[in-house]
T-cell receptor, first 115, second 111 residues
């Protein structure tokens, strides 16, 4: 299947700092990518839809000024967690939509720990 | 909005036996139903999907069935192996590519 890569796989940052997570579609172009958050033993919760060349669409309850999303090219979307706090610690996962049949593939996820 | 329910939440199966996970959805406009396997600490891996124009799809030991009238779909894994142990998520989408996930099923294959 198609390959979606996330970087970094895990990151530890200090409270109050910002951290950026990258999501790349390696073998296809994705006009749409999605960002999810997953807490331990829970399902995936959609945070936002990232659209190439336009502003992201955020789900209800997700602070757009805290979770900055940039989709500057057809193969890259970035999620920046600004002024991170311990409660932002979570597993963040992106997905990308292939062309044609619009199949959705996920990245490997990024573990964020805020200390 | 869409609501997807998934059962059971945990499932233990003897190696070699079959496993069945069931999901129901609420939005009759949903037309895409993927299944994902998630191993500990990793992102979800697409294992099979089905669209509303078919009732069943099979890929080796994995099959998915869809009943649009009843709004439910199921994952069937035959001849289970230890490496099938993972958390499985069903999802539904109405074609806008936004997935609504079920709550997950932790499948354990007993050797």
């Amino acid at each position: 299947g198609a390959v979606v890569s996330q970087h970094p796989s895990w990151v530890i940052c200090k409270s109050g700092t910002s951290v950026k997570i990258e999501c790349r579609s390696l073998d296809f172009q994705a006009t749409t990518m999605f960002w999810y958050r997953q807490f331990p033993k829970q399902s995936l919760m959609l945070m936002a839809t990232s659209n190439e060349g336009s502003k992201a669409t955020y789900e209800q309850g997700v602070e757009k000024d805290k979770f900055l999303i940039n989709h500057a090219s057809l193969t890259l979307s970035t999620l920046t967690v600004t002024s991170a706090h311990p409660e932002d610690s979570s597993f963040y996962i992106c997905s990308a939509v292939t062309g044609g049949e619009n199949t959705i593939y996920f990245g490997e996820g990024s573990w964020l720990t805020v200390v | 909005g869409e609501n997807v329910e998934q059962h059971p939440s945990t499932l233990s199966v003897q190696e070699g036996d079959s496993a069945v996970i069931k999901c129901t959805y609420s939005d009759s406009a949903s037309n895409y139903f993927p299944w994902y396997k998630q191993e500990l600490g990793k992102g979800p891996q697409l294992i099979i999907d089905i669209r509303s124009n078919v009732g069943e799809k099979k890929d080796q030991r994995i099959a998915v069935t869809l009943n649009k009238t009843a709004k439910h779909f199921s994952l069937h894994i035959t001849e289970t192996q230890p490496e099938d142990s993972a958390v499985y998520f069903c999802a539904a989408s109405r074609g806008d590519e936004k997935l609504t996930f079920g709550t997950g099923t932790r499948l354990t294959i007993i050797p």
